[in-house]
Structures are given as C-alpha cells and as structure tokens.
C-alpha cells in the first residue's frame, strides 16, 4: 500500500494541487481581438535530489526499513532527477513532471509501465462557471497527506511514516476543484484504483475541503475511498479520512498537525492503520532553517506495514542555503517500533530502533 494535499513551502497546509491559478490571457495591444490573444508562456522547472545516509545500527543490508525514499544507507543516491514543463490554464494549459531516479523507482515498484517516467502528465481546463471551476485530466499527484513526494518543498528531507504507508502516492483519472470563498476551496475527483491501479472495474472517489479562517491559520480535510481489491475479491472498499492544521506564528515559526485514519474489510475482518504527525519549523535567517517533526502511526493488524507494530519517530533537520537554488539539509532520525522491525548491527537479527544520519543536497532551476 502507498504524497498529497498540496506543497508545503513554511510548514504550513498549502493550496492544495487542484486548486490552480487561473492567469489572464496576454494581450498583443490594449484591446486584442479573440485572435489575437497569446497564451500563456510554458514555465520549465526542475531540480536535483541526492542524498547520502549513514545508519547507527550498521546493517549488512545497507537498508533503512520501513523509509520512503531515504532507503538507502552508506551509499550515494540519486533520488530524483525532475523536470517540469507547465502552461497555466488560460482556459487550456497542461502539466508535464519528467522524473528519474530512485525516488521514481519505489513510486512505481508495484506497476511498471510507460507512465512510469512521468510523476504528473494532465491537461487543465478552467470551466467558466462562477469563479471558474478547475478540471485536471490525467496522472497527478494524489490530494492527500501533507508531505510532498518533492524534497524541495517539504520542510524535512526524509518522510514521515503516514506519508509511506497510509496514503498512496498517485492517480489516473479527472479531477475538479472550485473557490467558493476568497478562503474556501472545494474537489472532488474520480479515478483508478490507488497509484493508478486498475485491479478490479470500480474507481475511487476523493474529496477535498480547506478553509483559512485567518491569515495564520488554514484547515484541510480529505477523504478517499473505493475497492481495491481485484473484482473476484469482491467489492469491499479501503477508506482514508485526513485532517490537516496549519498555523503560522510569526513570519519566522510555524506548526502543522496532520492525523490520518484508515479502514479496510479483508476476510472479513476490518483493517486498520491510524496515525499522526507535528510539525514545527523555525527561520533563523533566508539561508538557515530548523524543522522537526514527531510521529506515532499505528498498524495494529499489519496490514499496510507487514508487522503488527506501533512506529514512533523524532526527526531533526538543518537547512542551509549556499545560494539561493543550492539547499543542503543535515537530518538526524530515530525510529522506534514495538516489534522488532529494523536490521539489527552487523547482520546480528532484527532490533526494535534505529537512528540515521543523513544529508541531502537540492539544487534548483
């Protein structure tokens, strides 16, 4: 089992990725005709993600267990190569994530393909019915979770437990959303099965709600649900409802609380994973920034994780800018589980913690 609600920039809920900017058609004179309307430039971006970690515990297997992403340790990785290509919709605009690297391997372990070189390829197309209601069509990143599958907008470098086991990471289907309010945000959308999967002839359904009821403070729920399971299975459907809290302290200190809970029947037996994670990064400066982050999340059958177990973790992480595109970020990790889950020291068994160090190196264009 296997994102997102949107990017997160200062540790705090981001307008969620359906809710697109609608930017005004570009003018030839004071006064264009229909014809002589220019669209939109095509905006290219991109970034470099590598990675080295170092585990305490010394594993044989060179494996962090149970990481999403930061698997790897006592190597040098690549974890992704992006380059993104994007025509704001104005009404017609589209969007074009070209990944590479090890980060892209594990999104797509479980459904190999020719999609698998695009994290996001959509069309968009701005409804003009009201505010303008928003449709993306194709692969996109999913709208739940917190976290972000890119390094370079999260706060800490490795992912929280929620964002690898709980939710999934992807969808192939449409998707809508629509401003009710200067601070409310409406979607829905309807696709295949989690990570694009088309196991059985259902679709999963999503929805999607955030509110800003001040400047400081923005609220986010989720919900998605549908069959999994291939049809001669049955039609039994996973659920997995988010909540999401975002404040903003002061221009320097900022907090976020994401829980998660989600139920599936199996055999006749209801599955359960649950979980919540706090956030809190400080700016000391536009170069240095500090993030930490505590986790419990909950696998009481085993069912997303493979272990009944109860993972707790604590992460640290140091961000230093050497330039503005250049971010290197030093994290100390400890994991914690209640059965025993991770490589123990040289081979010896299994141990129930482990504690990483790594750095991480993002540059951006």
């Not at 409310?184 to 999963?204: D, E, P, Q, R, Y």
């Not at 999607?208 to 403070?217: D, F, I, K």
């Not at 059958?301 to 961000?319: N, V, W």
Request: hydrophobic fraction near 40%; proline fraction near 6%; include cysteine.
């Amino acid at each position: 089992m296997r994102t997102r609600w949107g990017t997160m920039a200062v540790m705090r809920v981001a307008v969620p990725l359906l809710a697109l900017a609608v930017q005004p058609l570009a003018a030839q004179d004071p006064t264009p005709t229909h014809e002589q309307a220019e669209p939109p430039p095509v905006n290219i971006s991109g970034f470099v993600d590598t990675y080295f970690n170092w585990n305490f515990e010394r594993p044989t297997t060179h494996t962090n267990r149970l990481r999403n992403f930061d698997i790897t340790e006592n190597q040098f990785v690549v974890s992704a190569a992006e380059l993104d290509v994007q025509r704001p919709a104005a009404p017609i605009g589209f969007r074009i994530d070209a990944n590479y690297g090890a980060a892209t391997d594990i999104i797509h372990s479980g459904s190999p393909g020719t999609l698998n070189t695009f994290q996001q390829a959509y069309l968009t197309v701005v409804v003009p019915v009201g505010a303008g209601v928003t449709v993306d069509a194709g692969k996109f990143v999913t709208h739940m979770g917190y976290e972000t599958i890119k390094s370079k907008d999260n706060a800490n470098y490795s992912r929280s437990f929620l964002f690898a086991w709980a939710i999934p990471y992807y969808h192939l289907g449409v998707r809508a959303s629509y401003p009710v309010a200067d601070n409310v945000t409406i979607g829905a959308s309807v696709c295949n099965g989690w990570n694009a999967s088309a196991l059985n002839s259902h679709k999963t359904i999503g929805a999607m709600v955030t509110y800003a009821p001040v400047p400081s403070l923005s609220l986010a729920a989720g919900w998605i649900g549908g069959p999994q399971q291939p049809d001669t299975l049955g039609n039994d459907s996973r659920h997995v409802i988010e909540a999401i809290v975002g404040f903003q302290a002061n221009d320097r200190l900022s907090f976020a609380v994401d829980g998660n809970y989600g139920t599936e029947p199996v055999g006749g037996a209801t599955m359960v994973w649950k979980g919540v994670a706090v956030y809190g990064r400080y700016l000391f400066s536009e170069a240095s920034t500090f993030a930490a982050r505590a986790e419990v999340y909950s696998d009481p059958e085993g069912y997303t994780t493979g272990l009944t177990q109860e993972l707790k973790e604590i992460t640290l992480t140091f961000e230093y800018r050497l330039v503005a595109n250049l971010a290197l970020r030093a994290e100390f990790r400890h994991d914690w589980s209640s059965a025993p889950a991770f490589d123990g020291k040289n081979g010896s068994g299994t141990m129930t913690h482990q504690s990483t160090l790594g750095i991480g190196s993002i540059i951006t264009f």
